[in-house]
């Protein structure tokens, strides 16, 4: 799935062309991508047209396009889920084989929800408030992100130490930060040299300060890059990979040496994931406990 890193790398491709842009027309060709729409496809397409692209915004891993004409303002939110990519092309090239939606645009090109997995979709949101920086309705309990001006790591830092839980479940927990998954959170904690199995309450809030830091250092490093690709499901708007998974330092290299140390890294399961760590960088806990 996403994370931050990828979903930022989108959000940047489709501010660049679709600010200004007015929606023509809109099609639904699945109806799974729209099934968190309640009142329908044909509802979701006949509110947005005729409407024009003011912005395009994100917290933490959710992305939301704000749209509005004369009548109203809604966020367009998009779930990527597994799959899910948001793409901009001219209108005569070729449908691409998992097209779920297709918004025609006024200067003759489309963006295109494509999806293979269908697990992500879009649907249409009333704001929090009318002020500006107001968030999707749907998205308001998400927690700010590294690169949030609401984000205030000496908080998050106050939160963590009030819980007893595993540092990783905890890095993981989008309502305590946004915008960490599965592969930044590993990153994060070899660069802090944390287990991931630590509990939260046992690190001194230097180290939790660390935690943090390192998270946004090493995602914005992402950004710089495009994010990280595995395989060609997660692309930006022209398609195009991302190459942060050259320069990673935990995720994915089981057996392979530590670079800090030399080590070789291991893996283990982790909330129905992976996670990749240096032993002797990251020392495990001596009574791990799982909740």
Partial sequence: ??????????????????????????????????????PGGQDLADRLRGKRFDDVARRGKYLWLDAADAADDVAVVVHL??????????????????????????????????DQRTFGGWHLDEYTSPE?????????????????????????VEVLRRKDTE?????????VVSGVGNIYADEALWRAKLHGRRRTKGIPRAGLHELLEQAGIVMSEAITVGGTSFDALYVNVNGESGYFDRALNAYGREGEECSRCGTPMVRESFMNRSSFFCPSCQRSPRHPRSR
């Fill in 1 to 38: 799935m996403p994370e931050l890193p990828e979903v930022e790398t989108i959000r940047r491709g489709l501010h660049t062309h679709l600010v200004g842009r007015q929606i023509t027309g809109v099609q639904v060709l699945h109806p799974r991508a729209v099934r968190r729409h309640l």
């Fill in 132 to 156: 500006a920086g107001a968030l999707p309705v749907s998205i308001a309990h998400i927690a700010a992100d590294p690169f949030d001006p609401a984000y205030d790591p000496a908080a998050v």
């Fill in 81 to 114: 889920g597994m799959s899910g990519q948001m793409l901009l092309a001219e209108s005569v090239a070729p449908d691409p084989v998992h097209l779920r939606i297709r918004a025609e645009l006024d200067d003759g090109n489309e963006l295109r929800f494509v």
């Fill in 167 to 175: 540092i990783k479940r905890a890095l993981l927990d989008q309502t």
